[in-house]
């Protein structure tokens, strides 16, 4: 069983850009969340996908979008890229959108300069 | 609204000591309540859950109690090991909605010393 998997591991970006991060979840799994952990604080809920459609948002402005695919498969997007942004974020996978356990994959560390 | 609080750290101790981080919660209803623990340059795992008032989750040797009366849900162990250094996050999901978000503490980093 292949768990939850993200990609870039890395990424520097200038303020003002745009950045796509992507995550693969784990096999089964129908719901994907994304949340923004900024350094020496806890992950901040910004938004979940289930079954291809969003299922809830945390408390982010409109330039952070997101999209799931049909193998439940997801991306966030982040437009116009602000030095604040910078933070390591992090996918996690759940069976259903009301099981509690979730998987998280080993995060995408975004730096804006 | 619904929020975690947890111990500030860093706590630091000697191996074999007892450990102990405080975490209390504010929701509305019956949230389902749970730790995770971060190792460096990893992301988050599920330590231990507890779904309802009265349960206690346990994992690794690591417990903790859903006290609905107090709002807490503190992290013991009896015995840490180096390898238990890490930073640790209480978190909730909140009941009865349609997603199963998390809401986290700001983490305790645990440093444990041979």
């Known amino acids: 069983e292949t768990g939850v998997t993200q990609s870039p591991t890395h990424l520097i970006k200038t303020r003002g850009q745009q950045v796509t991060l992507r995550c693969s979840s784990q096999s089964g799994h129908n719901t994907v969340s994304w949340y923004q952990q900024a350094l020496g604080q806890g992950p901040q809920f910004i938004f979940q996908?289930?079954?291809?459609?969003?299922?809830g948002r945390g408390n982010f402005p409109p330039r952070f979008s997101g999209l799931q695919f049909p193998n439940y498969s997801s991306e966030l997007n982040v437009n116009a890229l602000e030095l604040d942004d910078s933070a390591l974020y992090l996918c996690?996978?759940?069976?259903?959108?009301?099981?509690?356990?979730?998987?998280f994959g080993p995060g995408t560390r975004l730096t804006v300069t | 609204g619904n929020s975690v609080t947890q111990m500030e750290g860093p706590v630091t101790l000697s191996e074999e000591a007892f450990l102990t981080i405080n975490c209390t919660y504010t929701a509305t209803g019956y949230p389902s309540l749970f730790w995770y623990v971060q190792y460096p340059g990893e992301g988050l795992q599920l330590l231990l859950k507890a779904t309802k008032a009265d349960d206690k989750g346990s994992n690794k040797g690591f417990e903790a109690t859903y006290r609905k009366e107090t709002t807490s849900f503190h992290l013991e162990k009896g015995s840490v090991q180096v390898s238990d250094s890490a930073v640790y996050f209480c978190?909730?999901?909140?009941?009865?909605?349609?997603?199963?978000?998390?809401?986290f503490g700001t983490g305790t980093l645990l440093a444990v010393q041979p």
């Open positions: 978190a909730l999901s909140p009941y009865g909605g349609a997603t199963n978000k998390l809401i």
């Open positions: 996908y289930y079954r291809e459609e969003e299922n």
């Open positions: 996690a996978s759940s069976l259903d959108r009301e099981d509690y356990e979730q998987y």
